[in-house]
């Protein structure tokens, strides 16, 4: 079972340069999320789908936008890297029934040098 | 908004004892769930265990039981029987059970150290 799978799982940038995190989900589910964790720190939600062909800000959107490609594929891009952007991001899925788990992939590193 | 507090940023249990790990959380919402995640080394997101607001019965998973006080808006977590492979970070994090996206809430943890 793939799950949530996220790539790559490890970047260098340097400072302006722009890529994309992929994310893509095997479970049918409605819902998608991209997360940051910063060391020593919990999670925090950069943007969310609730569903196909809708997306939202979370707590942290600044420097980043987001694509809903399809149901499966929820993208993060980054426009012009900065350092602070260092971080592990994580994406994750859920499926309709507000009780549903969420489901986390591995994580990608990402460090802007 | 919500937020999930973990005030004990590191814990250390011997292996075999128990340990408590506390999180409380702030909200004006009556429906929603609650989730305690482990994180190894690996990063990797693992969820240990989860209890929905409405019921009054702790949520337990084998070594893992939880501690819901929903008047005290407090979900400690507990295990039972420590090993090593508990070894970890702990997040709490909360969930809405109404709102739009349903995103989880995390707070910044507690590292757990299993001694030998």
């Known amino acids: 079972n793939a799950g949530v799978t996220q790539t790559p799982k490890f970047q260098v940038l340097k400072t302006g340069q722009s890529m994309t995190l992929q994310c893509a989900q095997d479970?049918?589910?409605?819902?998608m999320y991209w997360y940051r964790q910063d060391p020593g720190m919990g999670l925090r939600l950069i943007y969310y789908?609730?569903?196909?062909?809708?997306?939202d800000k979370g707590e942290v959107p600044n420097g980043y936008n987001v694509s809903r490609l399809n149901k499966r594929e929820f993208s993060l891009r980054l426009e012009s890297a900065a350092p602070s952007q260092t971080s592990v991001y994580f994406c994750?899925?859920?499926?309709?029934?507000?009780?549903?788990?969420?489901?986390f992939g591995e994580g990608s590193w990402l460090t802007v040098v | 908004a919500q937020t999930v507090t973990q005030s004990q940023p590191e814990m250390s249990v011997q292996e075999a004892e128990t340990v408590t790990l506390s999180c409380t959380y702030d909200?004006?919402?009556?429906?929603?769930?609650l989730f305690w995640y482990k994180q190894p080394p690996s990063r990797q997101m693992i969820l240990v265990i989860r209890?929905?607001?409405?019921?009054?019965q702790n949520a337990t998973e084998n070594r893992f039981s939880v501690n819901f006080q929903k008047a005290a808006k407090s979900f400690s977590l507990k295990i039972s029987d420590s090993q090593l492979g508990d070894a970890a970070m702990y997040f709490c994090?909360?969930?809405?059970?109404?709102?739009?996206?349903?995103?989880?809430?995390f707070g910044g943890g507690t590292r757990l150290m299993v001694k030998p």
């Open positions: 994750a899925s859920r499926a309709a029934f507000s009780g549903n788990t969420i489901y």
């Open positions: 479970m049918n589910h409605n819902s």
């Open positions: 789908s609730a569903s196909e062909g809708t997306t």
């Open positions: 909200t004006s919402e009556s429906d929603y769930y």
């Open positions: 209890q929905e607001a409405y019921k009054q």
């Open positions: 994090a909360y969930r809405s059970a109404v709102n739009a996206g349903n995103m989880l809430t």
